[in-house]
């Protein structure tokens, strides 16, 4: 039930606290170190390679994943879009491990991709907030995101529990195989709780975003690099969907191969910085667009920040930034969706769950 809520999808933002308090409840042990299945861990170890397959917004979050696969557990993974895989095969290495992520675990997609990978005798695990779901039963192994039902077709929760999953799942690989590149993931995630928190009690001024920036635009950009890039890619696909507006997310050093073409008196462009290594490379692109006319909302992290940056949300650990930079792009998609008239939860042309090839 959405309660007091007017949509689903505002709840389901609302509900991103809480699920990160339940996920780092049901993945610790009594003495509170991350905990993950056994079978599921072995299935990691004895592997060469990760290949993620999955869809949309699950995709997104796959590419987060991959970072923490080989930044943590130093296991090469590759992030492919199921419905590509099925008929463009990439050469696979010797011991692969397959890895589904799918909110519902009906994507047709995907479970194409899962049959064939069982003919031929591979390893696989989903990832999914369904348990009995399709993916799920098929697979030899199975995480539960526990979001709890996400309704609206916009995938919100679902998308950052993905990434919390994927991020303690590659804490526990890295620790099993004797890394030095574990960190307090559990105490990370509990800043990231409260730094959501402090985005969503900060919608009013997210709203204001909206009404300066894409009241009346039929395109806007969202520019990062690195996984700030990531978190762009699916802020647009937030956008697109149930604003109606045309919206693409690129590398920010990619756009002057061609896409700065688009950029015209009064553009949107939302910029992320929350990674130091490229707050200045950002920075700088951020320029390039504003040089050509395009209205730049700048959002960075606390310790980042400039003076004039639209939006700055607390700090965490720089792989986590995603789980609280995203939130300020769903509100975004949520308000200009809202301001638009559109159907905020079953947008055009969409089901929640595709269940045809
Ligand atoms: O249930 P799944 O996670 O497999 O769904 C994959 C995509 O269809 C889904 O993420 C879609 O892109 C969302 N509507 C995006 O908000």
């Known amino acids: 039930e959405k309660g007091t809520y007017d949509h689903f999808m505002l709840k389901e933002i609302n509900d991103q606290p809480a699920t990160m308090r339940k996920i780092i409840q ?10 993950i299945d056994g079978a599921v861990i072995d299935q990691l170890k004895s592997s060469d390679r990760i290949y993620i397959i999955a869809a949309g917004t699950s995709y997104h979050a796959g590419l987060i994943g991959k ?6 557990a130093g296991v090469p993974t590759e992030v492919h879009v199921a419905s ?7 050469l696979l290495s010797e011991k692969p491990l397959f890895i589904f992520i799918s909110q519902s675990g009906e994507t047709a997609d995907s479970r194409a991709v899962l049959v064939d990978v069982k003919k031929q005798g591979h ?6 907030n369904v348990p009995g779901s399709t993916l799920a039963r098929e697979a030899d192994e199975t995480l539960i995101l526990h979001a709890g039902p996400e309704i609206a077709v916009a995938s919100t929760k679902a998308y950052t529990a993905q990434i919390a999953v994927l991020s303690i799942l590659a804490q526990v690989t890295a620790r099993e195989l004797g890394k030095d590149t574990e960190i307090n993931l559990m105490r990370e995630l509990a800043k990231v709780t409260t730094a959501i928190t402090a985005v969503i009690d900060d919608a009013p001024e997210i709203e204001q975003i909206v009404n300066e920036y894409l009241e009346t635009t039929r395109n806007a950009f969202f520019i ?23 919206a693409e997310g690129f590398a920010g050093g990619e756009l002057k191969h061609g896409t700065i073409a688009l950029i015209e008196e009064n553009t949107p462009v939302f910029a992320l910085a ?3 290594r490229v707050n200045l ?5 951020a320029q390039e667009v504003e040089a050509r006319g395009a209205k730049v909302c ?6 980042m920040d400039q003076e004039g940056d639209t939006y700055v949300i607390p700090q965490v650990h720089e792989m986590l930034t995603p789980l609280v930079s995203v939130v300020v792009y769903q509100l975004i998609a949520y308000y200009a969706a809202l301001h638009r008239g559109n159907d905020v939860d079953k947008p055009r042309n969409l089901a929640k769950s595709v269940t045809v090839e």
Do not use: C, H
């Open 274 to 276: 929350t990674q130091e």
């Open 281 to 285: 490379n950002i920075r700088g692109n």
């Open 224 to 246: 990062g690099r690195t996984m700030d890039y990531y978190v762009g890619v699916e802020g647009a696909l937030k956008l697109k969907e149930i604003s109606y507006i045309q």
């Open 298 to 303: 700048m959002v960075s992290m606390e310790g």
């Open 26 to 35: 049901e993945y610790q042990d009594k003495d509170e170190n991350l905990k």
């Open 67 to 72: 970072e923490y696969f080989e930044k943590w």
């Open 123 to 128: 390893k696989s695990l989903t990832v999914t």
């Open 84 to 90: 590509e895989f099925v008929y463009n095969t990439p």
